[in-house]
């Protein structure tokens, strides 16, 4: 069972980061930016990187986008963790989707996931995410156009998810 402390991430996390978006395997699911792209995204304030570390070990991350937007809808970009499997994805976005309502006006906050990622689905679910619908050529990944399961989570139904697990 994960128990790791959940942080704001910072520049210094960029190797893990970019590592952990590397994972074999991960390249049929999550995205990978270079550096130069991180640290614009980390230097704009639409944007908000947290990190899960035990100790000083990191253990994953994920990447929020529209932080604290006018529109009241926050998008978590990305999400990983270096071993999966083990409930830490679902304790790292409880923690950030507390975080989000917690410290902006958010109303939605609302991801994509590729369909047959069953393990993250799950994660998803268990935290209290909801599937709306599949967009169609949501996602231009790996040089083809991609249909991407939107799932979401509303600030009423947060305060309703049990916290057991
Ligand atoms: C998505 C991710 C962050 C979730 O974190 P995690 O620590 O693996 O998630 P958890 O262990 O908290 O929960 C995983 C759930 O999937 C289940 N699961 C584990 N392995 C699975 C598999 N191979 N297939 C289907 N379900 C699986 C677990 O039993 C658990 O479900 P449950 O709570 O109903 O038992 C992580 O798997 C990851 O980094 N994956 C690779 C990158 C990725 O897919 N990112 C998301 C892109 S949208």
């Known amino acids: 069972m994960a128990n790791a402390r959940i942080e704001r991430a910072s520049t210094a996390d960029l190797p893990f980061i970019m590592a952990t978006e590397r994972v074999e395997g991960y390249d049929r699911f999550v995205g990978r930016w270079d ?4 640290l614009a995204a980390l230097a704009d304030g639409h944007y908000a990187y947290f990190l899960a570390r035990d100790g000083v070990t990191p253990l994953g991350f994920a990447i929020v ?3 604290a937007s006018a529109e009241r809808v926050t998008c978590v970009k990305r999400i990983a963790v270096a071993s999966p499997g083990n409930g830490l994805g679902r ?3 409880r923690e950030v989707i ?3 309502f917690r410290d902006t006006d958010a109303h939605r906050v609302w991801l994509g996931v590729f369909p047959e990622n069953e393990r993250a689905r799950r994660a998803y679910e268990a935290v209290g995410f909801k599937a709306e619908g599949v967009a169609r050529g949501n996602a231009f990944f790996g040089g083809i156009y991609r249909d991407e399961l939107i799932m979401a989570i ?3 139904e947060w305060t309703r998810v049990p916290r057991a697990s």
């Open 35 to 38: 550096e130069a792209r991180h």
């Open 65 to 67: 986008r529209d932080w």
């Open 91 to 93: 304790q790292l976005l």
């Open 98 to 100: 507390d975080c989000i």
């Open 154 to 156: 509303l600030r009423p």
